[in-house]
């Protein structure tokens, strides 16, 4: 059983620019998380989706939004990247009846 | 005071040594308890997952989890070097909206 996916797995923008990150759930799992880590740091919640409805979201600016599609996929956006949007992306699903969250290898964003 | 506090380390201890990893809380409502390992550049992997207090065994790997104290520990036997990695701890409340992991402890196993 493939584990969770995401794309792409590096990506460098500049400042100012708009990036858009995507990710596929283990198959079954209907809801998907993401979170941000800065190197030496744990990662930080950003959203979580579940059945395409926003169910969660953390302490970050409007610059960040998501959406689920049906097929219960994730995209990730980050609009007018700054210095500190540098990190690595994580995308986690997780299945309804189950708390613990399965991770994918991420996306890592720099923004020069 | 943040939700969740783990010694950053860095750890090192030689192979076959006895590892102790430990997080504590602030949030008693916490009810779930979960260490994940995360090798250099790749996404967290989950460990051992806990609910509420006691102890969980897997292989090499022991769970403990102390609510009364706020307290969590990973415990790792015969430690070897293909476990150097950072540990993170992560826990979530009952209907696990409100899911924190904690800063993580780099291991490093000497051979």
Not at chain 2, 28 to 35: E, G, I, K
Not at chain 2, 87 to 99: P, R
Request: proline share 6%.
């Amino acid at each position: 059983d493939a584990g969770v996916t995401q794309s792409p797995t590096h990506l460098i923008k500049t400042r100012g620019q708009q990036v858009t990150l995507r990710c596929s759930p283990i198959s079954g799992h209907k809801s998907v998380s993401w979170y941000q880590q800065v190197l030496g740091q744990g990662p930080q919640f950003i959203f979580q989706y579940y059945e395409k409805e926003e169910r969660g979201r953390g302490n970050f600016p409007d610059r960040f939004s998501a959406r689920q599609f049906p097929n219960y996929s994730s995209e990730l956006n980050v609009n007018a990247l700054l210095l500190g949007d540098s990190a690595l992306y994580l995308c986690a699903s997780s299945s309804r009846d189950r708390i613990e969250r399965f991770f994918g290898p991420g996306t890592r964003l720099t923004v020069l | 005071q943040k939700e969740v506090e783990q010694d950053p380390g860095p750890l090192s201890v030689p192979e076959g040594a006895i590892v102790s990893l430990n997080c504590t809380y602030s949030n008693s409502a916490f009810q779930y308890f979960m260490w994940y390992r995360q090798y250099s550049r790749k996404g967290p992997e989950l460990l051992m997952y806990t609910y509420s207090s006691g102890n969980k065994e897997d292989g090499r790997f022991t769970a403990q989890v102390d609510k009364s104290s706020k307290y969590i520990s990973l415990f790792i036997r015969d430690s070897q070097p293909s476990d150097s990695a950072t540990y993170l701890c992560a826990m979530a409340n009952l209907y696990g909206q409100n899911f924190v992991f904690g800063p993580g402890t780099r291991l490093s196993v000497l051979p």
